[in-house]
T-cell receptor, first 117, second 113 residues
Framework: NAGVTQTPKFQVLKTGQSMTLQCAQDMNHEYMSWYRQDPGMGLRLIHYSVGAGITDQGEVPNGYNVSRSTTEDFPLRLLSAAPSQTSVYFC????????????????FGPGTRLLVL | QQQVKQSPQSLIVQKGGISIINCAYENTAFDYFPWYQQFPGKGPALLIAIRPDVSEKKEGRFTISFNKSAKQFSLHIMDSQPGDSATYFCAARGEAAGNKLTFGGGTRVLVKP
């Protein structure tokens, strides 16, 4: 299994440009999430999905869109990039909580480093 | 508004020493408390996790201590090794729907040989 994969690894954008960050998982996980990581702030949830066709907002959703057409893929779209969106973006996936600790583990991808000029 | 506060921001410990990282939370509805380890250039990976009905959990050299009444939990790394040098994040889950985690700000640990 490849686990959670993310592309690209690094991207430079100009203010106002749009782009899509790709995320895919091959573990048949129902739940998928996008986080952004900024120094001193930990990881903050942007959007999440509990299954194909179902998405919802996290803590910091403004400026980002998501969709989930398949179980495997969960792309994150930046509509009009701003310097404040310079960050490292992580995608994560997990099974729906079952009550067992092991079943609730979130698996993270390697991240996409985004620089908005 | 940070619902999970983590300290210290950075920590230097000698090889063989004990690393202690503390977290405090506000939301009494949190029901799951994982710790994640992150190496430079990599994504976070689950290290150890605990539920609030248990006061301590140990896995190898890593131990979580949990104090429900104080709304605090901590990670102890015993016999710290240079390979433990990484950033550690505590987290808490407020609702199972979406398995949404709230993370602390992170602690950068450096273990000197």
């Amino acid at each position: 299994n490849a686990g959670v994969t993310q592309t690209p690894k690094f991207q430079v954008l100009k203010t106002g440009q749009s782009m899509t960050l790709q995320c895919a998982q091959d573990m048949n996980h129902e739940y998928m999430s996008w986080y952004r990581q900024d120094p001193g702030m930990g990881l903050r949830l942007i959007h999440y999905s509990v299954g194909a066709g179902i998405t919802d907002q996290g803590e910091v959703p403004n400026g980002y869109n998501v969709s989930r057409s398949t179980t495997e893929d969960f792309p994150l779209r930046l509509l009009s990039a701003a310097p404040s969106q310079t960050s490292v973006y992580f995608c994560a996936s997990s099974y729906a909580p079952t009550g067992s600790l092991a079943g609730e583990t979130q698996y993270f991808g390697p991240g996409t480093r985004l620089l908005v000029l | 508004q940070q619902q999970v506060k983590q300290s210290p921001q950075s920590l230097i410990v000698q090889k063989g020493g004990i690393s202690i990282i503390n977290c405090a939370y506000e939301n009494t509805a949190f029901d799951y408390f994982p710790w994640y380890q992150q190496f430079p250039g990599k994504g976070p990976a689950l290290l150890i996790a605990i539920r609030p009905d248990v006061s301590e959990k140990k896995e190898g050299r890593f131990t979580i201590s949990f104090n429900k009444s104080a709304k605090q939990f901590s990670l102890h790394i015993m016999d710290s090794q240079p390979g433990d040098s990484a950033t550690y994040f505590c987290a808490a889950r407020g609702e199972a729907a979406g398995n949404k985690l709230t993370f602390g700000g992170g602690t950068r640990v450096l273990v000197k040989p």
